[in-house]
């Protein structure tokens, strides 16, 4: 990555940014707008439009008509996998451009927005392509004098919420199956991470996604998002996002047209270190990146260290060094590890848990904001040692640089510490002892079960929750099965 290139693209003039509907770039039907505030140092960079419900419910109809007429959903499938691995060449051709706009706007360090953004929606989109060939219906086992079919259809018009955390990458994980299934989209990003994917958008129409098939509406979810999940002609609705936004998409859908709703509603995820774990230091630095990348605003966050309690004290320590040790600041600088939070709201509301914490007599070590003479939102990761499992902390989704801390005595005790949320991520469990670890994923109730290491995985594995994480998955194979409906046909010989 060149620093000169970076400073160069942090300096570009943004145009109020547009919806990108039907192919064409437009502005809000009342021709409202939203500022744009950077994080990076609080001032506004641009506008973009301020979506209204009439505006979601003509890129509605766009993606109807583009799904209704087979343009789309019905060109051969060689010829969609040609368009969309052009599109995924597009991003990649522009991923700093791409990723130095996503930063602007939501504050991570370029460092890891580069290869989590625009190289990882690339990656997803070519991904799906490439599976587009691939992807047979079957032939049923019948009574010879019948004929089985399995058709897999795709499922029509596709609604999408996405957050601000990873809007590239998250997005792509929506985008990637549904447009490769022959499904078309209308998506809103989320009020701070927006322009990326409108950019997303305009790169869909270069490398020839016929008009109506990706439209991004951007503006407020209880407007725009509203619109989408209210909508009798949207059939499928994929979000990521937080629990009580989950809540009203079901509700909305269940008044509306019934449609499919999948939700990836984050997590309060465990990460369990035994004191067998094979190397502590190794845990400890790999779980502090496991919280701390991306100031903690990552749906999969290890957010909870459970630590076996004859090390604890020792782990903590282990933990603070490499908490100390990561550069906060300026998130367009290469050398950052850990850039901006995203807004003064959540700035505000990571440093209200740590008052609470205090409050409650909880030993808090760093979390203080760190004041940049160029302003902005920061602030030093934020360790909480004997955090208790009625604390809101334990067992509330901070999306921030907060970990907190718990003891543990026995591997059972682990487990039910770990099952005490109503989230079901992610979890981590550190050790040597092979039949324990296999046991630990047996008994974690999460979607993801991390052995000796955090993060990190790669596209061919499902990411989804259980309990109120959520329900679908994202990435891998499995990610289809949200936009393709079986279609039976029973013919008799
Ligand atoms: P967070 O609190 O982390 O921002 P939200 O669930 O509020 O999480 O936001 C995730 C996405 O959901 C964003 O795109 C946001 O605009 C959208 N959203 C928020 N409220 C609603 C709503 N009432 N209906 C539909 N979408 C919504």
Redesign the pocket.
């Known amino acids: 990555m060149n620093q000169d290139r970076i400073d160069a693209l942090r300096a570009v003039p943004l145009a109020p940014f547009q919806h990108v509907i039907n192919g064409c770039r437009v502005s809000a039907s009342d021709a409202g707008v939203l500022p744009v505030v950077s994080p990076v140092n609080g001032t506004t960079i641009t506008t973009m439009a301020r979506g209204t419900r009439k505006d979601a419910i003509s890129a509605i109809a766009a993606a109807r008509e583009a799904f209704d007429n087979g343009c789309w959903s019905e060109m051969a499938p060689l010829a969609r996998k040609k368009v969309l691995l052009k599109w995924a060449e597009l991003i990649e051709a522009n991923a700093l451009e791409l990723a130095v706009l996503g930063v602007r706007e939501n504050g991570t360090e370029i460092s890891m927005a580069l290869k989590a953004e625009p190289m990882s929606a690339a990656a997803t989109i070519r991904f799906y392509a490439e599976a587009i060939d691939k992807l047979f219906g079957e032939v049923a086992p019948t009574d010879p004098a019948f004929l089985g079919l399995v058709h897999r259809e795709p499922a029509g018009v596709v609604g999408a919420?996405?957050?601000?955390n990873f809007p590239l990458m998250i997005g792509a994980w929506k985008i990637g199956p549904a447009l490769a299934a022959g499904c078309t989209m209308v998506l809103?990003?989320?009020?701070?991470a927006s322009l990326s994917l409108v950019r997303l958008a305009e790169l869909a129409l270069d490398a020839g996604v016929p008009p109506g098939v990706f439209n991004v509406v951007t503006g407020?979810?209880?407007v725009?998002?509203?619109q989408?999940?209210e909508s009798m002609d949207v059939d499928v609705l994929v979000?990521?996002?937080?629990g009580?936004?989950?809540r009203?998409?079901l509700e909305?859908a269940a008044q509306s047209n019934m449609k499919r709703v999948y939700l990836e509603l984050?997590g309060k995820s465990p990460n369990i270190v035994f004191a067998d774990a094979p190397d502590l230091d190794e845990a400890a630095k790999v779980s502090a990146h496991g919280i701390f990348r991306n100031s903690g605003q990552v749906c999969i966050a290890g957010s909870r260290i459970l630590v076996e309690r004859r090390i604890h004290e020792l782990f903590v320590e282990k933990l603070t060094a490499h908490a100390a040790s990561i550069k906060v600041g300026d998130p367009l600088d290469v050398t950052t590890q850990s850039g901006a939070v995203n807004s003064e709201r959540q700035l505000r509301q990571n440093l209200q848990f740590l008052e609470e914490a205090r409050s409650l007599g909880r030993k808090v070590i760093g979390g203080q904001q760190i004041l940049q003479e160029s302003g902005g939102f920061y602030m030093a990761p934020a360790i909480v040692a004997d955090t208790a499992r009625d604390d809101r902390l334990f067992q509330e989704e901070v999306?921030g640089p907060v970990l907190a801390v718990t003891p543990f005595d026995s591997e059972e005790e682990a487990v039910k510490l770990a099952n005490d949320t109503r989230y079901g991520l992610a979890a981590a469990v550190w050790t040597s002892n092979l039949s324990r670890a296999h046991r630990m994923v047996r008994k974690i109730r999460a979607g993801l079960v991390h052995i000796n290491t955090y993060g990190g995985s790669d596209l061919t594995i499902p990411l989804g929750g259980v309990k109120q994480s959520g329900n679908g998955h994202d990435k891998s194979l499995h990610a289809f099965d949200k936009f393709l409906d079986l279609k039976t046909a029973w013919i008799k010989l």
Not at 239 to 242: C, E, L, M, P
């Open positions: 919420i996405v957050p601000w809103k990003p989320a009020e701070t407020e979810g209880h725009v998002g509203a989408i999940a979000f990521t996002g937080s009580a936004t989950g009203r998409l909305a984050g999306f």
